[in-house]
């Protein structure tokens, strides 16, 4: 089970565009990277998913470089209504058996008006 | 209007007794799952259910018990050997090939009395 590794927290002003790295040294061939989201006292919301270089949506950006050890989730402008708990997790969509996704304790952001 | 529901919000449980957290789901998902969180935690897997009938452990299924007799219901009882309950309870689900996506409801708050 590909476990990662992100900052603990990140504050932002509002309208800046903000970057948040999670390494994932030991991915595996089969792994997706998936963002999700999570407000206080909400489920967390899936954001974005990729497996190598760019996607984009209309939430945000995923970038991944070509050894994949890392990714990098981009959120444009951010507002205040971004202040949220980022988790990035790696796994096999298609992996049968047991859930193999590995929710961490994410990043904090914290955005400043 | 899809989604997923979770009932109660707020449930308080007295010393001894069971208690049961619902979750409904009409996104026609295969797959649903049960996490625990605690304050300032990651979310950690409890149970798991790929099809109706079926349901596998997760990582601290100890005190806990599930049943999966339709698609779209997917209950989790708390019983009283579970001698730390309190926390935040997640219902989530997905299609049975994209786990990496999952849908969660709102939560269950739940306490000791």
């Known amino acids: 089970l590909a476990k990662t590794t992100q900052p603990i927290s990140m504050d932002s002003y509002e309208g800046q565009e903000v970057n948040i790295t999670c390494s994932h040294n030991?991915?595996?061939?089969?792994?997706?990277i998936t963002w999700y989201q999570q407000f206080p006292s909400q489920g967390p919301r899936f954001i974005i998913q990729g497996y190598k270089t760019k996607v984009t949506n209309e939430v945000a950006s995923l970038f991944i470089p070509a050894d994949r050890k890392s990714s990098t989730l981009s959120l444009p402008r951010v507002s205040l209504s971004d202040t949220a708990v980022y988790y990035c997790?790696?796994?096999?969509?298609?992996?049968?058996?047991?859930?193999?996704?590995?929710f961490g304790t994410g990043t904090r952001l914290t955005v400043i008006p | 209007d899809g989604g997923i529901t979770q009932s109660p919000k707020y449930l308080f449980r007295k010393e001894g007794q069971n208690v049961t957290l619902s979750c409904e789901q009409n996104l026609n998902h295969d797959a649903m799952y049960w996490y625990r969180q605690d304050p300032g935690q990651g979310l950690r897997l409890i149970y798991y259910s790929q099809i109706v009938n079926d349901f596998q452990k997760g990582d601290i299924a100890e005190g806990y018990s599930v049943s999966r007799e339709k698609k779209e219901s997917f209950p989790l009882t708390v019983t009283s050997a579970q001698k730390n309950p309190t926390a935040f309870y997640l219902c989530?689900?997905?299609?049975?090939?994209?786990?990496?996506?999952?849908?969660f409801g709102a939560g269950t708050r739940l306490s000791v009395l």
């Open positions: 997790l790696v796994g096999a969509s298609y992996q049968t058996g047991a859930n193999n996704l590995f």
């Open positions: 989530a689900s997905s299609l049975a090939q994209a786990k990496n996506i999952q849908y």
């Open positions: 030991n991915i595996a061939t089969n792994d997706y």
